[in-house]
């Protein structure tokens, strides 16, 4: 277990990173340090605690990022909702079951690294490492950096260093959750002609026909896919243009009603109001990294209007 943060530990925080009026540490939910960012472009609130954003508001904008409101925040929990970063494999961990699903440090504490002003936008950059817990799991040394610039535009960009001797393979995504008025009526678009594995149907390869639409339970990782994609809400009016780099998938999830009310973290009727659509290198994408290599995954996000 990770020691619990005290008011000194954000005093320190603070003392060293908060930018006045702009930018501070604060307790968040469960007590768990967060960075409250403020600025005449967006607000956005970002934990520690996986590196996770779980808020992006653009000036004059709707919340774009959706939080569950069950979501859990403790130690060794994923929150629900907002960018789960995930690392070093993506699902269960083929060779073992009992590995946590889509990594370690989306529930690990990570250490703030920078807060500091970039044009009109202000970037926090956080980061991580091995330890003796994470290689119980995974018996390799890296580095990772989460540097999330927040702005007008919303930029993600996951940095992984091998930092030992001998080369690994790792997965990665960016699990970013997108508030929707109702998902029933929201597309996708851009993905027409794509070839995807269903993983609600036994990973079967098909291929997308026309916008993506959310009618049932969605888990689709479209192979070899980099343009950027189109989310239309007609009900929010609202499109969000969700763009990436050095990605290979895109992967599409929402629960749909069945799976959503097994669901300890998620309400029953809230799997209506996201979608995720999320930056990936997976399965056979997987990235290869030799002793001193770094790989930089990016994902930009903004909005317009609808047509």
């Known amino acids: 277990m990770e020691a619990a943060v005290t008011e000194l530990d954000i005093q320190r925080l603070n003392d060293r990173f908060a930018i006045p009026s702009i930018a501070q540490i604060v307790p968040g939910n469960g007590g768990l340090p967060k960075v409250k960012i403020s600025s005449a472009a967006a607000s956005a609130e970002i934990y520690l605690h ?9 000036a004059g904008a709707e919340e774009v990022i959706f939080l569950s409101d069950k979501a859990q925040f403790q130690d060794g929990k994923a929150i ?6 995930c690392f070093p494999w993506f699902n269960a961990k083929a060779d073992d079951p009992k590995a946590p699903s889509h990594g370690f440090v989306r529930t690990k504490t990570w250490e703030l690294e920078s807060i500091i002003h970039e044009g009109n936008a202000i970037a926090v950059a956080l980061s991580t490492q091995h330890d003796q817990a994470t290689q119980k799991w995974w018996p390799h040394d890296f580095h990772a950096v989460h540097k999330i610039t927040i702005g007008s535009d919303l930029k993600l960009e996951l940095s992984v260093t091998n930092t030992g001797a001998a080369r690994f393979n790792f997965q990665e995504a960016l699990h970013t959750y997108y508030r929707v008025g109702d998902v029933r009526q929201v597309r996708l678009s851009s993905l027409d002609g794509v070839t995807y594995l269903d993983n609600a149907d036994n990973l079967r390869e098909k291929v997308q026909q026309g916008d993506n639409i959310f009618t049932q339970r969605t888990d689709n990782a479209y192979i070899n896919t980099e343009s950027e994609l189109e989310l239309s809400d007609p009900q929010l009016r609202r499109r969000i243009l969700i763009g990436k780099q050095n990605s290979k998938n895109t992967v599409v999830w929402n629960p749909g009603d069945e799976l959503a009310r097994g669901m300890a973290d998620l309400g029953d009727e809230e799997w209506q109001h996201f979608v995720c659509v999320e930056a990936a290198n997976i399965r056979s994408a997987a990235i290869t990294l030799e002793p001193g290599e770094e790989h930089t995954m990016t994902a930009n996000i903004r909005l317009a209007e609808l047509h």
């Not at 996986?50 to 653009?58: D, F, V, Y």
């Not at 629900?80 to 970063?85: S, Y």
């Open 80 to 85: 629900r909702g907002g960018v789960p970063v």
């Open 50 to 58: 996986g590196a996770h954003l779980t808020s992006w508001i653009p």
